[in-house]
């Protein structure tokens, strides 16, 4: 539920931070968004299982309130966890 710092990824991938960066840049992409999709990717696999409710999700994502679970979800999908689990799963709780 926590991703290494951005200059952990550095040191294990033998990078500065600038080449990393550049690097990402040039993929069009960053560290930010790549652990964005991650969590994005296991939170849709964990709202498949009806056993966990949200606030657990929320906590299993790294996310230290399920507020804060709910507007990055939202922002990622467009849909609350809530709403998503219903639509995608059936499942109602």
């Known amino acids: 539920n926590s991703f290494p710092d951005f200059t952990e990824i550095c040191s294990k991938l ?27 990717d296991a939170s849709v696999y964990y709202l498949s299982k009806p056993d966990l409710s949200i606030d657990e999700i929320a906590l299993l994502m790294g996310f230290s309130e399920a507020s804060s679970f709910h507007r990055a979800f939202k922002k990622w999908t467009g849909k609350t966890p809530s709403n998503f689990r219903r639509e995608h799963f059936g499942v109602n709780l």
């Open 14 to 40: 033998n990078m500065t931070p600038q080449t990393l960066r550049r690097r990402l840049k040039d993929a069009n992409t960053s560290y930010q968004e790549i652990k964005d999709a991650i969590r994005k």
